[in-house]
């Protein structure tokens, strides 16, 4: 199944109509028909069945046939990532856990980060691409980027942890993790979090937490903590 993806379409509609942009991938690349079925997903669980009844380049236009709506996970899983110095890295990692299952996005600017400006709009479109790739029909949250200090002062309602790579009392991720709970994990910069920022962390009720016995590189050790999670709750 190809799935497309528009935050518009509504189950409260017998019509749609695609923007421009998608309008024109639809009709002049895929070359699709009118008659032709196209299965689209607003990112909020619902997916619909429609059928090309205008195969316009400008405005293509469906009916929609039918539609159903996916319960959402018993668990929100938010990851806040500080971005990597090379943004291919990030990308993949916002890729991959939108595969996996992720929830929820937050880039963190951390003392150590060497990326501190972000622009989000291409980690959008990354996101959307991976969840229609991967047949999801809830989109994950981007949050836009928020430094460390502002971030770990926020509420937050689940499990709470931090993973980093100071020789220190740390416990096993995995055998912390609860099932069907809501969790936030932190994961730092090339440089790792700094002293001081593990100790806020401390003293905001994180648990610090190992990922394995080897040193991981910040995408790559967002992606375990994602897929631990996602695994556990399956």
């Known amino acids: 199944m190809q799935l497309f993806y528009s935050p518009t379409i509504s189950e409260n509609e017998k019509l749609f109509v695609f923007d421009k942009e998608e309008s024109k991938h639809i009709i002049k690349v895929l070359r699709k028909k009118e008659s032709d079925i196209l299965f689209v997903t607003n990112g909020l669980g619902f997916l ?14 469906v009916t929609i046939l039918s539609f159903e ?27 991959k856990a939108t595969e996996i299952g992720i929830q929820e996005i937050t880039p963190i600017i951390c003392e150590h980060s060497e990326r501190k400006i972000i622009k989000t709009d291409r980690f959008q479109k990354i996101i959307e691409s991976a969840m229609k790739q991967s047949l999801h029909y809830y989109i994950p949250k981007l949050n836009e980027p ?31 993790l609860k099932l069907q709970e809501n969790l936030l994990i932190l994961i730092g910069p090339e440089g790792d979090f ?4 593990i100790q806020m962390a401390l003293d905001n009720k994180f648990i610090p937490v190992s990922l394995g016995d080897t040193r991981l590189r910040t995408e790559t050790a967002a992606i375990v903590a994602c897929h631990s999670a996602v695994l556990l709750n399956e």
């Open 48 to 61: 619909f069945k429609t059928e090309i009844t205008l195969a316009s380049d400008n405005k293509c236009t």
């Open 194 to 197: 700094s002293v001081k920022e």
């Open 146 to 176: 928020i430094t460390y200090k502002d971030f770990i002062k926020k509420e937050f309602n689940g499990q709470k942890f931090i993973a980093h790579c100071e020789e220190t009392d740390k416990k096993s991720f995995k055998k912390e």
């Open 69 to 95: 709506k996916q319960e959402p996970t018993k668990y929100h899983l938010h990851l806040a990532v500080a971005p990597t110095k090379m943004n291919e890295r990030y990308e993949w990692f916002l890729e």
